[in-house]
């Protein structure tokens, strides 16, 4: 395991003891489909080398993408529109490697780490936000304007 990996691994750690001590049920779901994700990348990355396109993780990512496109719609949160932001460039890098695989190999290395600290960074900049605003008028689960008590 690279340093870079270590890394992650350490920050991705940090971060769900952090979203599920202190997150309530936003936070805790947004870091349970990263971790998904940290899981499944290494299961479907092609090994033979890093010069090939990599659809299996572009696969895990535009799910990724999809489910905080859902959150941010669904949950009253600011961070949910950041990390599908987040989520939505890393998803773009790959087809710009696609594009041109050998002058972006290091900037499509080097981003997705990069937005993968991004994204645990507003989950986390989300549960210390949301633990100071103990109260708050919640969307009703459909898509339409609240109501008025």
């Known amino acids: 395991m690279t ?3 270590l890394i992650n691994v350490a920050a991705l750690v940090l971060a769900c003891a952090i979203a599920f001590w202190r997150g309530r049920e936003p ?8 971790a998904i994700g940290f899981v499944l990348t290494p299961i479907v ?3 033979e080398s890093w ?4 659809f299996g993780i ?3 990512d535009v799910v990724i993408l999809a489910a905080f496109i859902i959150m941010a719609f669904r949950y009253d949160r600011y961070w949910t529109i950041c990390v599908a932001a987040f989520q939505a460039i890393a998803v773009l890098t790959h087809f710009a490697f696609l594009v ?7 900037a499509y ?8 600290f991004l994204i645990l960074g507003a989950i986390v900049g989300g549960v210390l936000i949301e633990r100071g605003a103990p ?3 919640r969307r009703p689960s459909s898509l339409g304007p609240p109501s008025v008590p």
């Open 45 to 47: 990355e092609r090994r």
């Open 109 to 116: 290395y080097f981003a997705n780490f990069a937005f993968g």
């Open 51 to 54: 010069l090939q396109p990599q």
């Open 27 to 34: 936070e805790r779901l947004g870091i349970s489909i990263v």
């Open 135 to 137: 109260y708050r008028r």
């Open 58 to 60: 572009l696969t895990v």
């Open 3 to 5: 340093l870079a990996q």
């Open 100 to 106: 041109r695989p050998l002058a972006l190999y290091r």
